[in-house]
């Protein structure tokens, strides 16, 4: 059964800090792994990732992909008030699946003045 | 970049009635539309997958008969709620499918809210 997992399902941290947030994953026709920020409405895109290695920045948010390990990260430096929110992971499976998303439980950040 | 919308954004009914929400692609046309749900302080789980003429695929555990899909056109399709229970209460989400530069990608609706009391 493909499936999704994330790490730490809750995290409290303090303006300033950085935090990693981690994605695990079992998945058959494995297509690419995506990123969203949930805050109380429908998810927004963050990063989407196909290859190992590679890096993707986005101001202070950066995500990488190991396709061996079956993983990837994702980094927020200098973390603020806004930055508050329900981090999903969601891998994309092949397109003969339907291209169907298989989403983690998420992360729910706070970040505390 | 691509719009999804979704009407009504939040509903609440009887129950045992029936609530219909819409899902639209508003400057694009989508083959495929994916229908979520969402329970509190839970993630996403895809209920259906629909394609635009044909019958939607439903996911194991959801009741294709009282989760109606409609996929009538490239920018629109329907999920009907039928016979509402309070159990039913979640927030589904709607996303539509885009071919850009050789791959699908999924947009996301904003969401409909729907308590049954």
């Known amino acids: 059964e493909d499936k999704v997992v994330q790490s730490p399902l809750s995290l409290v941290v303090h303006e300033g800090d950085t935090v990693t947030l981690n994605c695990s994953y079992e998945?058959?026709?494995?297509?690419?792994l995506l990123w969203y920020k949930q805050e109380k409405k429908a998810p927004t895109f963050l990063f989407m990732l196909t290859s190992s290695g590679i890096e993707k920045k986005s101001g202070r948010l950066s995500s990488i992909l190991d396709k061996k390990e079956l993983f990837s990260i994702l980094n927020i430096t200098a973390t603020q008030t806004g930055d508050s929110a329900i981090y999903l992971c969601?891998?994309?499976?092949?397109?003969?699946?339907?291209?169907?998303?298989?989403f983690g439980q998420g992360t729910e950040l706070s970040v505390k003045p | 970049g691509a719009v999804v919308s979704q009407h009504p954004s939040r509903v609440i009914c009887k129950s045992g009635t029936s609530v219909k929400i819409e899902c639209r692609s508003l400057?694009?046309?989508?083959?495929?539309m994916f229908w979520y749900r969402q329970f509190p302080k839970q993630s996403l789980m895809l209920m259906a997958t629909?394609?635009?003429?044909?019958?939607?695929?439903?996911e194991q555990g959801v009741e294709k008969d009282k989760f109606l899909i409609n996929h009538a056109s490239l920018t629109l399709s329907t999920l009907t709620v039928t016979s509402a229970h309070p159990e039913d209460s979640s927030f589904y989400i709607c996303?539509?499918?885009?071919?850009?530069?050789?791959?699908?990608?999924?947009?996301f609706g904003p969401g409909t809210r729907l308590l049954v009391l």
């Open positions: 998945v058959t026709n494995f297509r690419s």
């Open positions: 400057d694009f046309q989508a083959t495929t």
């Open positions: 629909s394609n635009e003429g044909s019958k939607a695929t439903y």
């Open positions: 969601a891998v994309e499976a092949d397109w003969n699946q339907g291209g169907k998303l298989i």
């Open positions: 996303s539509a499918s885009r071919r850009l530069a050789g791959r699908e990608t999924q947009y």
